[in-house]
């Protein structure tokens, strides 16, 4: 099997009738990158970059930022990479910022909502991405987008952020993706109306399931109630997928999900096109798609959307396999 997995990382990602998917890797520091293109990452789907910020007694310089954001492209050598901006709150807390004591950490002030708050923080980032543009294939990404409005405001900082780099006479690329995550379930439904105006999707699974089932992520008590493979969250990723092809946007997907053998023939199914994972699960989930027809898994997640439950959705996935693969 080792043998196997190592024949593919050079080779793209195809399934069985002919349909190339990407296959990307979740990172948290430049030194990570090592690992994606050991695994054959074809880019990176999703640089967390609380870490910048995390580990350290005041927020990072646009510099230090800088150079990350730069090192991490270069070592891409041209190949994609999603930069998420902080997503910062809930359980993930930055000593030095001093924030609220919340309820509800996780329905709180985090991720976008601090940032368009809190704009020295976000201004300093977005500039140290723009300058860090130059030197690679950049996409960006805003977490926990919940309204057109958030998106809208955070994207107009973006472009002001940038007139003022071309004002000061610094080069910018002028070929970014702007997209955003899709891990709250307004945003979900609403897909339709971003599709318009955002130039991919990234879907959060670790936080649209948690929000979808109104299960916390992290509490063992309610863990029953996270269920990736409930019909109502495969309804949702198919709305999305959906809602981005029409207006001819592409889909990723950087929650666990994206990375699980029993989720993969459902998100072929759907019609996926990126899949954003741990760098060690890239070679495994590309030998599996290599072995998968989109079109039956089309059939399959045509009959998974009619289920009730989300043991019958695995009952299906895995007994079918057996003689779809
Ligand atoms: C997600 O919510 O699925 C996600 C990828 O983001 P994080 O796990 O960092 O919240
Ligand atoms: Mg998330």
């Known amino acids: ?8 990382r050079d080779q793209p990602t195809i399934t069985m009738d002919g349909v190339h998917v990407e296959l990307a890797a979740n990172i948290g520091t430049p030194n990570d990158i090592t690992g994606v293109l050991e695994n054959g990452g074809e880019g990176v789907g999703l640089y967390r970059t609380e870490f910048l910020y995390m580990g350290r007694d005041k927020l990072p310089s646009e510099d230090i930022q800088y150079n990350a954001y730069k090192t991490v492209l270069e070592k891409m050598e041209g190949k994609p990479v999603v930069v998420r901006t902080l997503d910062i709150g809930g359980d993930k807390e930055l000593p030095y910022l001093s924030l609220p004591k919340e309820m509800n950490p996780f329905l709180g002030f985090r991720a976008i909502r601090l940032c368009l708050d809190r704009k020295d923080i976000f201004r300093t980032q977005l500039r140290a991405l723009l300058r860090a543009s130059i030197y690679g294939n950049l ?9 057109l409005g958030e998106f809208r405001e955070a994207k107009a900082i973006l472009l002001e952020e940038k007139d003022k780099l071309i004002t ?3 080069t910018v690329s002028d070929s970014i993706q702007l997209g955003i995550m899709v891990e709250i379930p307004s945003t979900a439904v609403m897909a339709d109306q971003f599709a318009k105006e955002v130039d991919f999707f990234s879907i959060g699974t670790n936080d649209l399931i948690q929000y979808t089932m109104a299960a916390d992520r992290m509490n063992e008590n309610v863990s029953y109630l996270y269920q990736p493979y409930n019909p109502a969250i495969l309804r949702l990723i198919k709305m999305v997928i959906d809602a981005a092809h029409r207006e001819g946007r592409w889909v990723g997907m950087c929650g666990e999900m994206a990375g699980d053998e029993t989720a993969i023939p459902l998100l072929i199914g759907l019609g996926l096109d990126e899949f954003s994972m ?3 699960s890239i070679l495994p989930a590309r030998s599996q798609i290599t072995k998968l027809s989109r079109a039956k898994m089309q059939q399959v997640a045509a009959q998974a959307l009619e289920l009730q439950t989300a043991e019958e959705v695995v009952e299906l996935v895995q007994g079918g396999l057996i003689y779809l693969w």
């Open 278 to 280: 741990s760098a060690t």
């Open 1 to 8: 099997q080792r043998a196997e997995w190592r024949k593919l």
């Open 139 to 147: 996409r960006i990404m805003f977490p926990m987008i919940a309204t």
């Open 168 to 170: 000061e006479g610094v």
